[in-house]
């Protein structure tokens, strides 16, 4: 296809994931003229010390955004897709705070806003969602969707290292930035689990929809004794309706083996998507990296190109819920004396909240008494645990970490 029409492109944005676009579409250039008729030629580069963004504009037809961030990203992408661009993008924190703003351009525009590579990487998770699914009703999403806290907790969980020497190792291999702060609090999870949320419940969802907590806190006990019940630990994305409601949060987990998200290891994210009419479908694969996020990066472009039809993103809006039903793991370090596992199980008792399991280990004087409770309300398991802050036997704060009870194989 010599005489293919040339389709030209304006790159915003030339770092890790801009760089690997750039060497990808050349290399992969005869699989887009087959795949589309088209030949990509890129029309110019726009960077900090590069470009003009007018120009480059004016003279293509697909922009991609790579710079990251809201700023100038969300006026750059804005401008193009007012000026009818296509537009791809990768960036999270983008489509999870200003999505709303930006759909209703590329709607009035008539022009397509893709943006696969803004979760989860390399896998097509998005796709899957807005297209095979859009008629699913889909009931759940659940999904470890940052590799740099899954990297430090396989870390953790493998070699029994401290949570900052696991930080500090994530970070000599590059799978955890300088500056860590996103990723570790859980807000880089919650960006993307606004978006998946959007895409599963066909509700406009944003960040601030999301409430997050993240790995900072966790101790390599708390990983030790979860052996103990088989549980694995995760900083899970979950995002769920409740009849006309949903919820949408982060926050570190315990998984049963059973549990599809469970054997997922390192820097790897996988995204477990459940309906009625489905069960249970899980995507898994490398969540960041230059070539796997220009990947995505390209999948998008080739789809623009190829015509597939713009897809209509929600403008209403589901109410939120904060008010759930979890089960829990507890960790308390108490005297070592007669009746103290009976206050324990009075304190739980009386907010009825039952007991699955415990495991009980002398420490001298001491002991410790790890449990993990039956689901109930969040709202009685943290009464339970401030009453037990006030119990005289109590030798440290009481640690508690979600567990997701739910095995599927
Ligand atoms: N890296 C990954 O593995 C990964 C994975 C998934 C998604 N993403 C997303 O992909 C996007 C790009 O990430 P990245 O890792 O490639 O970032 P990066 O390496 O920091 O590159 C950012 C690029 O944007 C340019 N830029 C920054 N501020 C600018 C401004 N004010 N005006 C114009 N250009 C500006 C930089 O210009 P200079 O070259 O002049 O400095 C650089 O070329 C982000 O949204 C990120 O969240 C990245």
């Given at each position: ?6 389709v ?16 990808l ?7 887009v ?18 470009g ?6 004016a ?5 991609v ?29 983008l489509i ?37 699914l ?12 940052n590799?740099?806290t899954?990297?430090?907790?396989t ?49 406009a ?11 900072e ?6 990983l030790?004794?979860?052996?103990e ?12 309706r ?19 998200l ?34 995505a ?31 829990f ?61 006030g119990?005289e ?17």
């Amino acid at each position: 296809m010599s005489g293919a029409q040339p389709v030209r492109i304006g790159l915003l944005g030339r770092g890790t994931v801009g760089g690997a676009f750039l060497e990808l579409l050349s290399r992969r250039e005869a699989a887009v003229v087959a795949a589309t008729g088209r030949r990509p030629r890129i029309a110019g580069v726009v960077r900090r010390s590069e470009g003009d963004f007018d120009e480059v504009v004016a003279d293509s037809e697909i922009v991609v955004e790579l710079i990251g961030g809201t700023d100038p990203a969300r006026e750059y992408v804005l401008r193009a897709l007012r000026e009818g661009r296509h537009v791809v993008t990768a960036n999270k924190q983008l489509i999870a705070q200003h999505g709303d703003e930006l759909f209703d351009a590329a709607r009035q525009a008539g022009v397509q806003l893709r943006f696969e590579a803004a979760v989860a990487g390399a896998i097509p998770v998005i796709r899957v969602m807005q297209e095979s699914l859009s008629a699913t009703e889909i009931t759940r999403v659940s999904g470890i969707v940052n590799g740099t806290t899954n990297f430090i907790l396989t870390e953790m969980a493998s070699t029994g290292a401290a949570y900052s020497d696991a930080l500090g190792r994530a970070q000599e291999l590059g799978y955890a930035e300088a500056d860590p702060t996103e990723d570790v609090n859980g807000a880089d999870a919650a960006a993307k689990m606004a978006i998946l949320a959007r895409l599963a419940f066909h509700s406009a969802v944003s960040l601030d929809d999301v409430a997050y907590e993240g790995i900072e806190a966790i101790q390599p006990d708390d990983l030790a004794y979860a052996k103990e019940f088989g549980l694995s630990l995760k900083l899970l994305g979950v995002a769920e309706r409740h009849g006309g409601e949903i919820s949408v949060r982060v926050f570190p987990c315990f998984l049963y083996r059973g549990h599809p998200l469970a054997p997922i290891e390192g820097a790897f994210n996988a995204v477990t998507v459940e309906a009625p009419a489905i069960t249970e479908i899980t995507m898994s694969g490398p969540g960041a990296g230059g070539t796997e996020t220009a990947s995505a990066v390209l999948g998008d472009v080739v789809s623009i190109i190829a015509g597939e039809a713009p897809v209509h993103m929600p403008r209403d809006r589901l109410s939120v819920t904060r008010d759930l039903d979890s089960a829990f793991y507890l960790h308390l370090e108490v005297a070592d004396r007669p009746g103290v596992l009976a206050g324990v199980a009075d304190v739980l008792g009386r907010n009825e909240v039952s007991v699955k399991s415990v495991v009980q280990w002398g420490l001298g004087e001491d002991a410790r008494l790890v449990m993990v409770m039956h689901q109930c309300p969040e709202s009685r398991f943290y009464a339970a645990l401030s009453e037990m802050a006030g119990l005289e036997f109590l030798r440290a704060q009481p640690r508690a970490i979600r567990v997701i009870e739910e095995e599927f194989v």
